[in-house]
């Protein structure tokens, strides 16, 4: 097609998979119907961030009494059980 | 002391120099070389504690030995002789033989059982009556404590009486030591106490899974049905049991352990009223 504007020769790319005209002598653009659309929603999933990763599934934590403690906030890459009573490890060692 | 310590070690045999390796309440454990001595606490009888040494001896894997198959009078105290194993270091509670002597527990529920009434729930009770009610927390301790039913505990087999790390050595393989509270009972004494520790926040939850996990994998029978089920009450038992002691001791732990207290007046003292 030519370029309604320059009436030079347009030329038609592919960019993530919507089609563009572009024209070869003023550079200008031609989107057809509904490419506008398509480019306005590829940019929003560009600047989107990623998705938080899921937490892991809480049916992990052992179960408990009613009385039990509240379980520990989920450390990512360490232990599920947490170490917040380090100090008080003697009692696993005497009666 | 002295000389309960220098008789204990010349029962031993050995010409080592006595090490004091441990006093527990009024119990005395003394090391001379390969060898061990305990003094048992006073009152305690000679005739069952003979009959929890002949049990221990005949648990091969599961139980350390006695050397000699009595105790020994010494003054006021009975003595026992014992051969010396390796205690679990308690520098790293996760490299600890959690698997091990949770395997340990199944095999001694396994057996069967004839002798001495375990005295385990006896521990809890002389907890709560050494307990100042007016020290500072021991009120909360004792509605803890009044929540519990009845501790005769349905369930019988061999149990150990008074489970923790501290009553393992190893000595070629890992065994469980301490024949004080040895005898027939329900063998959830034995994992409550893990339990209890737990459920009030100090024991890990992956250390407590590798425990149950292991025990109930081999084929611990003290758990049927519910593992919380069963372990509810003496694991409420030895969360006041704990909690008393801390108290008495002054030790960092009672804070938490009065706090668990606390969460079960306010779960249980509700449902008791009505």
Known sequence: MQCPKCHANMRTFDRMGVHIEQCDGCRGVFLDYGELESITRLEAQMQAPPPAPAPPPAAHYPAQPAWGAAPPPVVYGGHYGHRKHRGLGGLFFSS | ?274
């Open chain 2, 1 to 274: 002391m002295s000389d309960l310590v220098a008789a204990m070690a010349a029962l031993t045999g050995s010409d080592a120099e006595p090490e004091v390796l441990g006093t527990h309440d009024d119990v005395v454990v003394v090391r001379v070389g390969d060898v061990v001595a305990k003094a048992h606490a006073l009152g305690t009888d000679a005739g069952p504690l003979t009959e929890r040494m002949r049990i221990a001896g005949s648990l091969p894997g599961v139980m350390l030995p006695p050397i000699a198959p009595s105790p020994v009078r010494v003054g006021d105290r009975l003595v026992t002789v014992w051969p010396h194993g390796t205690p679990v270091s308690q520098a790293d509670p996760d490299a600890a033989p959690w698997e091990e002597s949770a395997a340990l527990l199944a095999r001694l529920h396994a057996t069967p059982c004839d002798g001495p009434v375990s005295t385990a729930p006896d521990r809890i009770l002389r907890a709560v009556h050494e307990l100042p009610p007016d020290a500072p927390g021991a009120d909360v301790v004792l509605r803890a404590f009044a929540t519990l039913p009845p501790l005769d505990l349905p369930g019988r087999a061999l149990i150990h009486g008074d489970y923790h790390l501290g009553q393992l050595v190893h000595r070629g393989e890992w065994l469980l030591i301490d024949v004080d509270d040895l005898g027939v009972g329900a063998p959830a004494w034995d994992l409550a106490r893990p339990a209890a520790l737990f459920a009030a926040g100090i024991l890990p939850g992956d250390l407590w899974t590798r425990f149950l996990d292991a025990y109930l994998s081999a084929g611990g029978t003290g758990l049927p049905g519910e593992p919380w089920a069963v372990l509810d009450v003496p694991a409420r038992a030895f969360v006041v049991q704990m909690a008393a002691r801390a108290i008495v001791m002054r030790t960092e732990a009672q804070d938490a352990l009065v706090e668990a207290c606390d969460r079960i007046v306010s779960t249980h003292e509700h449902m008791a009223h009505g």
